[in-house]
């Protein structure tokens, strides 16, 4: 193959022709995700272009390695910088989102150190135990999750041993045969997931984040929340779960609508999202509520450039002093937490953490999942945060129930 490439590129404009593959490879990188954003769930092409990504980034010449890496960071990544206007730094937007696609062409970058198909294929699966800068979105057995291969470690080296092999094996009449490898990494057995025993009403709300935490949106947003609550009390549900932050305020400063939500869990237990200021300390919790009693589950995992900042002390103080207005990072919780409501046992999950191995950890069948999706609309990131939690969800045998502001809230398996 890399013979073919080398004689087409020979044949035209060469900056031209790397520039070219370097697209085609990220478009083939990333189409599972678009197509999932329109609706288009095909497990055939989604497949096929996975596999076709993949031996393009272990054959394509170097300089298209790393315009493929630039634009897959961009065509997975370009919604980043959304959320910086909300602390008076939109300008941050472009910047941001280049440095994203920027960074990724720079850890990916390390293919193009080498044209040897071997030693691209053992970095690329190196690579897929990396998370930089504890971001850990880009997962490369992503691109299978809606496909006939599987999602696990061995799979993946399955596929890429298959794909490197007919290089080496070039003079021999059974050149192609390694590609036969590729079907000890088909979704054989699939996990057992299973369904929680209780009648769970998931609200989706549409409350814009500018709008979110302004003080005339409060009254509105609390009476949409109770109207929510009573209408899934009515119709018999067993739990409603509403979605991260849903009350914009310090639920522990705020007793009355505590009371409130105490006297409703009689009829119906209530999972929601809120913030509490704690020995001068803030956490992103979630509040269960049930038979007049309430507990609350901290966040495990942070958003790295969000909710934290992953750099040394130094540089943490001066990027929240610039960017966050002084704001300290969130404080989290030691281990994950689980409710258990009507006898049924559920890990919680917040936003990111429904997207990371930590929260999985133990007996886990069910996670309910909040999240607030708002900071980035409109844009992919509801979509690409939906297809990894199917990633964990099915990686793990868990089913998620997740509720979200903007796009998002469904039945995760």
Same mark, same amino acid.
């Given at each position: 193959?890399?013979?073919?490439?080398?004689?087409?590129?020979?044949?035209?404009?060469?900056?031209?022709?790397?520039?070219?593959?370097?697209?085609?490879?990220? *478009?083939?990188? #990333?189409?599972?995700? !678009?197509?999932?954003?329109?609706? &288009?769930? @095909?497990? /055939?092409?989604? =497949?096929?272009?996975?596999?076709?990504?993949?031996?393009?980034?272990?054959?394509?010449?170097?300089?298209?390695?790393?315009?493929?890496v630039?634009?897959?960071?961009?065509?997975?990544?370009?919604?980043?910088?959304?959320?910086?206007?909300?602390?008076?730094?939109?300008?941050?937007?472009?910047?941001?989102?280049?440095?994203?696609?920027?960074?990724?062409?720079l850890f990916?970058?390390?293919?193009?150190?080498?044209?040897?198909?071997a030693?691209?294929?053992?970095?690329?699966?190196?690579?897929?135990?990396?998370?930089?800068?504890?971001?850990?979105?880009?997962?490369?057995?992503?691109?299978?999750?809606?496909?006939?291969?599987?999602?696990?470690?061995?799979?993946?080296?399955?596929?890429?041993?298959?794909?490197s092999?007919?290089?080496? *094996?070039?003079? #021999?009449?059974?050149? !192609?045969?390694?590609?036969?490898? &590729?079907? @000890?990494? /088909?979704?054989? =057995?699939?996990?057992?997931?299973?369904?929680?025993?209780?009648?769970?009403?998931?609200?989706?709300?549409?409350?814009?984040?500018?709008?979110?935490?302004?003080?005339?949106?409060?009254?509105?947003?609390?009476?949409?929340?109770?109207?929510?609550?009573?209408?899934?009390?009515?119709?018999?549900y067993?739990?409603?779960?509403?979605?991260?932050s849903?009350?914009?305020?310090?639920?522990?400063?705020?007793?009355?609508?505590?009371?409130?939500?105490?006297?409703?869990?009689?009829?119906?237990?209530?999972?929601?999202?809120?913030?509490?200021?704690?020995?001068?300390?803030?956490?992103?919790?979630?509040?269960?509520?049930?038979?007049?009693k309430?507990?609350?589950?901290?966040?495990?995992?942070?958003?790295p450039?969000?909710?934290?900042?992953? *750099?040394?002390k130094?540089a943490?103080?001066?990027?929240?002093?610039?960017?966050?207005?002084?704001?300290s990072?969130?404080?989290?919780a030691?281990?994950?937490?689980?409710?258990?409501?009507?006898?049924?046992?559920?890990?919680?999950?917040?936003?990111?953490?429904?997207?990371?191995q930590?929260?999985?950890?133990?007996?886990?069948?069910?996670?309910l999942?909040?999240?607030?999706?708002?900071?980035?609309?409109?844009?992919?990131?509801?979509?690409?945060?939906?297809?990894?939690?199917?990633?964990?969800?099915?990686?793990?045998?868990?089913t998620?129930?997740?509720?979200?502001?903007?796009?998002?809230?469904?039945?995760?398996?």
């Amino acid at each position: 193959m890399i013979k073919k490439i080398q004689t087409i590129r020979d044949s035209c404009n060469p900056l031209l022709f790397d520039l070219t593959c370097g697209v085609i490879t990220a *478009l083939l990188f #990333s189409a599972f995700i !678009y197509l999932e954003h329109f609706g &288009i769930t @095909l497990k /055939i092409i989604n =497949t096929l272009f996975g596999l076709f990504a993949l031996a393009l980034l272990l054959y394509i010449p170097k300089r298209s390695v790393l315009s493929a890496v630039f634009f897959i960071g961009l065509l997975w990544f370009y919604w980043i910088g959304y959320s910086f206007k909300y602390n008076n730094v939109g300008y941050m937007e472009p910047i941001v989102t280049i440095l994203f696609a920027l960074i990724y062409m720079l850890f990916f970058g390390v293919l193009a150190l080498t044209n040897s198909v071997a030693i691209r294929a053992v970095l690329l699966f190196g690579l897929s135990f990396v998370e930089p800068f504890d971001f850990n979105w880009l997962q490369i057995e992503l691109l299978f999750v809606d496909s006939y291969l599987g999602i696990y470690k061995y799979q993946l080296f399955l596929v890429l041993l298959a794909l490197s092999l007919p290089f080496y *094996l070039k003079k #021999s009449s059974y050149r !192609y045969a390694p590609l036969l490898l &590729i079907i @000890l990494g /088909i979704n054989f =057995t699939p996990p057992i997931q299973k369904e929680a025993p209780l009648k769970i009403k998931l609200v989706s709300t549409d409350i814009l984040q500018d709008k979110k935490w302004q003080k005339e949106s409060l009254a509105p947003t609390i009476e949409l929340i109770f109207k929510e609550i009573h209408e899934a009390k009515n119709s018999g549900y067993d739990l409603v779960v509403l979605p991260e932050s849903v009350f914009p305020l310090y639920m522990n400063k705020a007793p009355q609508i505590i009371e409130e939500l105490r006297y409703l869990s009689h009829n119906i237990a209530i999972v929601a999202g809120s913030l509490l200021s704690e020995d001068g300390m803030q956490y992103n919790v979630t509040y269960m509520f049930e038979n007049g009693k309430f507990e609350v589950a901290k966040k495990l995992v942070l958003v790295p450039f969000g909710e934290y900042i992953p *750099l040394p002390k130094f540089a943490q103080e001066f990027i929240n002093k610039i960017f966050f207005g002084g704001a300290s990072d969130f404080k989290t919780a030691a281990t994950p937490t689980d409710f258990t409501i009507k006898g049924v046992k559920f890990r919680n999950a917040i936003c990111y953490e429904a997207t990371c191995q930590e929260i999985y950890g133990g007996d886990v069948d069910f996670v309910l999942a909040i999240s607030n999706n708002a900071w980035f609309a409109p844009s992919i990131e509801p979509t690409l945060q939906k297809l990894l939690m199917r990633y964990y969800a099915r990686k793990n045998g868990t089913t998620i129930y997740h509720s979200a502001n903007y796009k998002g809230s469904g039945i995760i398996k």
